[in-house]
């Protein structure tokens, strides 16, 4: 079956510190990946995606994600996590199977960042 | 304003009441999904318009729930004789045109704050 999870319910990290979160997918194929954040009280926010070629994906706010199929994963990492990234992540897939296709959402980590 | 707008922020209603929930979408955005995010969970789908026409239902937990998007633009998702099970927050994201074309652009979902219903 088709899904995505996210392991990490709860992560606290050290402001100044490294963070990865862990997305892992159940497909037969490359699937379309996201990362979105959401802040309290607000909508969610795209930071990155991927749809083929280089593993290693760019976002915005300082992220990163890279996509390994050996693994089915695609983990969203941050060199030195800010105080302001406090917030719930959120990992998305499309499992494209021609025509339309929805977005499937992990049930999301949420960071506390501790001074 | 730019960005998805929803209303209201916040409903509170008595289980058994009507309720409805708005989406202005950006403008000029063909595709507008409806999505449901229980306390701890990560948003469930309800339901796509593409345009007026819904394209996708499959996600509306029961007959109580029913959504529409008669010009093509605002959209309106209504449940019926709300339950305590249907408190959540109800997200609605727009995307210019879902899934067609270059891909980069195609797959880009923005999303409103949300509407917390609230059933007593």
């Known amino acids: 079956a088709q899904s995505v999870t996210q392991p990490d319910i709860h992560i606290t990290v050290s402001e100044g510190a490294s963070l990865e979160l862990r997305c892992n997918y159940s497909y037969g194929a490359t699937p379309y990946l996201f990362w979105y954040v959401q802040s309290p009280g607000q909508g969610l926010q795209l930071l990155l995606k991927?749809?083929?070629?280089?593993?290693l994906v760019q976002g915005i706010k300082g992220f990163e994600a890279e996509f390994k199929r050996s693994q089915s994963s695609f983990n969203l990492r941050k060199p030195s996590v800010h105080w302001s990234d406090a917030a719930e992540y959120f990992c998305?897939?499309?499992?494209?199977?021609?025509?339309?296709?929805?977005?499937?959402f992990g049930t999301g980590t949420k960071l506390q960042v501790i001074p | 304003g730019a960005g998805v707008s929803q209303s209201p922020r916040y409903k509170v209603a008595k289980r058994g009441q009507d309720v409805a929930l708005r989406c202005d979408p950006i403008?000029?955005?063909?595709?507008l999904f409806w999505y449901q995010q229980a306390l701890g969970q990560g948003p469930e789908f309800l339901t796509y318009f593409q345009n007026e026409a819904q394209l996708d239902k499959s996600g509306l937990p029961s007959d109580r729930f029913f959504a529409e998007r008669p010009e093509g633009s605002v959209s309106t998702l209504k449940i019926q004789r709300t339950q305590q099970e249907d408190s959540a927050v109800y997200l609605c994201a727009s995307s210019s045109m879902w899934g067609t074309g270059d891909d980069r652009i195609s797959y880009e979902q923005y999303f409103g704050p949300g509407t917390r219903l609230t059933v007593t």
């Open positions: 991927y749809f083929s070629g280089d593993t």
């Open positions: 403008s000029g955005h063909v595709s």
């Open positions: 998305a897939v499309v499992f494209p199977s021609g025509g339309y296709q929805k977005v499937t």
